[in-house]
């Protein structure tokens, strides 16, 4: 699995999400998509007070892990889907 770059990013966002929407599905992997998904919906869950602090250093490791670099991480926490 490659990490989660700008232009993966760019492609998720340029369809809200939704991979049904995509055009070029073949040319997307569909299991970072999903990494993807998992992260924003624990990203929010964590926001809005429903994760521990332990569950929330987990979720910034695997973002670190998964990511690029840390703008993407910075980019990712941005995102509101």
């Not at 809005?48 to 892990?65: C, P, Q, S, V």
Request: charged share 30%; aromatic share 6%; with cysteine.
């Amino acid at each position: 699995m490659s990490p989660i770059d700008h232009a993966f990013i760019d492609t998720y966002v340029s369809v809200a999400g939704d991979p049904d929407r995509l055009t070029t599905r073949n040319a997307v992997d569909m299991e970072l998509w999903e990494v993807l998904d998992g992260l924003l919906l624990d990203l929010h869950l964590i926001r809005h007070g429903y994760a521990t602090d332990g569950y929330a250093k987990h979720i910034e490791n695997e973002l670190r892990r998964v990511c690029a670099d840390a703008d993407v991480v910075r980019r990712i926490k941005e995102l509101r889907l």
